[in-house]
């Protein structure tokens, strides 16, 4: 039975925060497309979506999921990311929509956010 929607995303705030790049990329189907955010260029398939998110692994971080709206396999989630590193702290506060195949996989993931969205400081 195919992951529901709600859950994958719940999963995916979760490893975006604790997981191996690998068990985030798992979430996507193999020819899946991010954006993120939305204006950079497309990232497709799992070499290049795993880029994206090896640039977390070695930071200290955590997420907290705020909402979740599921409306069949379309699902939006608004969530916070904080990450250390260097005696930096940056939050980041995306809203990202996901479309899933029916097989409960990412196919398509679009990361709305901008420069008011992010905050730097030092600590």
């Known amino acids: 039975m195919a992951a529901q929607p709600r859950d994958v995303v719940e999963q995916y705030v979760k490893l975006v925060a604790t997981g191996p790049t690998s068990a985030i990329v798992d979430l996507y189907a193999e020819d899946a497309v991010v954006e993120d955010p939305i204006g950079t260029p497309e990232r497709r398939g799992h070499e290049a979506i795993g880029e994206l998110y090896k640039a977390l692994e070695n930071l200290e971080r955590e997420t907290e999921l ?4 599921v ?4 699902v939006a989630a608004s969530f916070t990311l904080v990450t250390v590193s260097n005696g930096h702290r940056m939050t980041l506060s995306p809203i990202d929509v996901m479309e899933l195949n029916d ?5 398509s993931m679009r990361a709305y ?3 008011d ?3 730097m400081e030092q600590i």
Do not use: E, R, S
């Not at 705020?66 to 709206?69: D, I, P, S």
């Not at 409306?71 to 379309?74: F, I, L, V």
């Not at 097989?103 to 196919?107: E, F, R």
């Open 113 to 115: 956010w901008g420069p």
């Open 103 to 107: 097989a409960g996989k990412i196919i």
């Open 71 to 74: 409306a069949g396999n379309q």
């Open 117 to 119: 969205d992010l905050k």
């Open 66 to 69: 705020h909402t979740v709206k």
